[in-house]
């Protein structure tokens, strides 16, 4: 269960009232949530999705709706945010900072199809099309800088051999990508999971959780899409879903020489970068509640695997 803030529906119906949204019919928890508390909220008009923001940067609130916003208008599928009669988005309830959505329809994609791929590729192509454009400035929380700083904390919890492993590999990426040009940039989802897109059959309803949204390579956001939805259970990339979701991400934008010749090391490099976050959240910096931590392990397989069999070779680009 993760209501971790519960609210009255006396409360929801004021909050609602500063919008045009209709009046509260019904009122569910959503247990799924892991970061924040959720709501789906029924009114007499529409479904909506509230969100209590419980931890992380408040003052980054605002990027996220920006970034939501402008993706929305551009036709992307993404909850763009609810303004408030006074256009206002960004609200406080029960003390905490407030978001309302519209709910999207659909469901995780756990084993998802060919179909479901090739829609997920060709939206992430589109998302950074129009991403290279987005105004707004959001360095990436997780990128080689963080590394290079985090590493050394989780150090002490790992095996003599997996020690080595991870000194090694953030060493190996300071050397890549520092003398590396610079890979095109734009805004990024930044954890783009299986479970953070909802599909109705083949259709996908949309891309939620963009808390981890930022600025940076883009490259990062296709790595760890192939990282999540083309890996097979024992760590080894998926040819089919690869070449699927690569092809259609890059009839939309195709990779540039640079980010080809990076390729495989972004594959490793965002695979360690769950590995370490995962390990901190167990060992280092535990959330207040009591949820099942992801499995590191997971993102070590999936990074041994990397290293032992490099990357698939990258399908040629065919323009839409
Ligand atoms: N706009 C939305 N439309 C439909 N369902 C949503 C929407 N936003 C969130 N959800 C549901 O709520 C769950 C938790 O939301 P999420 O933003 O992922 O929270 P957390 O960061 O706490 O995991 C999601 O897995 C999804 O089932
Ligand atoms: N989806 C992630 C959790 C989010 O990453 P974080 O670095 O913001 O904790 C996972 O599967 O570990």
């Not at 909850?79 to 256009?87: A, E, L, M």
């Amino acid at each position: 269960m993760a209501v971790f803030t519960p609210l009255s529906d006396a409360q929801v119906a004021e909050f609602l009232s500063r919008f045009d949204v209709g009046s509260l019919v019904a009122l569910e928890g959503v247990a799924g949530g892991t970061e924040n508390t959720t709501f789906f909220v029924t009114t007499d008009r529409r479904e909506l999705v509230l969100t209590l923001f419980e931890q992380g940067e408040h003052e980054e609130l605002p990027f996220f709706v920006e970034l939501l916003d402008y993706l929305d208008e551009h036709r992307l599928p993404v909850p763009g945010t609810v303004h408030d009669r006074d256009g206002i988005a960004l609200h406080s309830l029960a003390d905490k900072p407030a978001l309302l959505f519209p709910r999207l329809p659909g469901r995780h994609p756990l084993s998802p199809s060919a179909e479901q791929c090739r829609v997920l590729g060709d939206t992430l192509g589109r998302m950074h099309v129009v991403s290279q454009h987005f105004p707004g400035h959001r360095p990436n929380p997780r990128d080689l800088n963080w590394l290079t700083a985090m590493h050394h904390k989780a150090l002490v919890y790992l095996s003599a051999d997996d020690q080595t492993l991870m000194k090694d590999e953030v060493e190996i990426y300071q050397g890549v990508f520092g003398d590396a040009p610079e890979l095109p940039q734009g805004a990024l989802h930044g954890d783009l999971f299986r479970d953070n897109t909802l599909f109705e059959g083949d259709r996908l309803g949309g891309i939620i959780d963009f808390y981890n949204g930022c600025t940076g390579d883009l490259l990062f956001d296709l790595a760890i899409v192939i990282n999540d939805w083309a890996t097979e259970p024992g760590g080894r990339l998926d040819s089919e879903r690869y070449d699927i979701i690569l092809n259609a991400y890059q009839r939309r934008r195709p990779l540039s020489e640079a980010e080809r010749k990076v390729w495989p090391i972004m594959l490793r490099m965002t695979a360690l970068r769950y590995w370490l976050s995962r390990l901190l959240v167990i060992y280092v910096d535990p959330p207040a509640h009591d949820l099942t931590p992801h499995d590191p392990e997971q993102f070590r397989t999936i990074l041994k695997a990397r290293l032992e069999h490099g990357a698939l070779p990258l399908p040629e680009a065919s323009h839409a």
